[in-house]
């Protein structure tokens, strides 16, 4: 958690497993939305070796950026370091005294849906919808 000598803003953290695609559109799209006001970070249990390009190519189209990301590993210390602990999807992230942690899984994609980009953007839109609401929760300020 924060300090109060330290940097005031919130610090949101979200996992995945590779941290090379959901917990980055995530990031991606909660730094658009709340702007410097919250600290946005991603990791995953065993990083990527680069972002998914096509996970990168749909946030983009949202207006979000995460091609610059690179992925990194989950420590104990960014777990206990961050306000709010988000895992998104299945990742088995272990249970730490004195950290809580939600979990978003994403919606279930109609079976219309058949191409990866179609599932893509989809997971897209759904996180860009729980990621609006966290951001309203935090204060929903954009510096």
């Known amino acids: 958690m924060n300090s109060p000598d330290s940097d005031p803003r919130p610090t949101v953290l979200f996992v995945?497993?590779?941290n090379g695609g959901k917990s980055q559109m995530a990031a991606a799209l909660l730094r658009q939305a709340a702007g410097k006001s919250v600290h946005v970070e991603s990791a995953g249990l065993v990083p990527a070796h680069h972002v998914n390009e096509l996970a990168a190519d749909?946030?983009?189209?949202a207006g979000a950026?995460?091609?610059a990301e690179v992925p990194s590993a989950l420590t104990e210390e960014?777990?206990?370091a961050a306000d709010r602990v988000i895992i998104v999807g299945e990742a088995q992230v272990p249970d730490?005294?004195?950290v809580e942690m939600e979990r978003w899984i994403p919606a279930q994609a109609p079976e219309e849906l058949s191409t990866e980009r179609e599932l893509m953007e989809f997971?897209?839109?759904d996180l860009a919808a729980r990621v609006?609401?966290?951001?309203?929760?935090?204060?929903g300020t954009r510096s």
């Open 96 to 98: 730490l005294d004195g």
């Open 65 to 67: 950026d995460m091609r």
């Open 78 to 80: 960014r777990l206990r």
């Open 16 to 18: 995945c497993n590779t």
């Open 132 to 139: 609006a609401s966290l951001n309203e929760g935090l204060g």
């Open 123 to 125: 997971l897209r839109d």
């Open 58 to 61: 749909v946030v983009r189209e």
